[in-house]
């Protein structure tokens, strides 16, 4: 199902910030937004959380306790081999792979998650509303449906915050 949707062009990253300023002011709902370079200031001033850290917090703690508790049973429970009257349990030995292996979980199950979240798989058709934003320009992207407003509403807000072009466009 193809929607319209309301697009507008900055030439910098800071008529982009006064743009996202202007219509949050408006309660104008941005889409999404795409930069030639990461521009932390506009995710900051789009107020959207991530729970990223806590799922990979999640992640790392489930790790380390499946690591610890494989380790232990392993080394203690399963195969337990003395070596010249060594303790079995011996749990500083295991610190180095717990590290090691807790990395390498959190690394896979954040890249695992963050494809998931951003519906990126094998195969799929790149969606880029315009090309010019992986050049210099700044695109403030709006649903048409779910801004809150209508193309002559976004357009003048978008033109008085410094906006170089806005029009619309079908996907």
Request: hydrophobic share 45%.
């Amino acid at each position: 199902m193809n929607t319209t949707h309301i697009i507008g062009v900055f030439d910098s990253k800071s008529d982009l910030l006064a743009g996202i300023e202007g219509a949050r002011s408006k309660n104008f709902i941005i889409d999404e937004i795409y930069t030639p370079y990461p521009v932390m200031e506009a995710i900051d001033a789009l107020k959207r959380k991530s729970r990223f850290t806590i799922a990979a917090f999640v992640i790392g703690f489930l790790a380390v306790v499946g690591v610890l508790s494989f380790l232990y049973w392993t080394s203690v429970i399963d195969w337990p081999i003395n070596y010249g009257g060594k303790p079995t349990n011996a749990f500083p030995s295991f610190i180095i792979i717990t590290l090691v292996l807790t990395i390498l979980s959190v690394t896979l199950g954040s890249l695992f998650i963050f494809s998931l979240r951003a519906r990126i798989y094998p195969g799929k058709k790149y969606f880029l509303p315009d090309e010019r934003s992986t050049d210099d320009k700044f695109i403030m992207l709006f649903d048409k449906n779910t801004s809150g407003a209508g193309f002559e509403a976004i357009s003048s807000v978008l033109k008085a915050s410094g906006a170089s072009e806005v029009y619309e466009k079908e996907f």
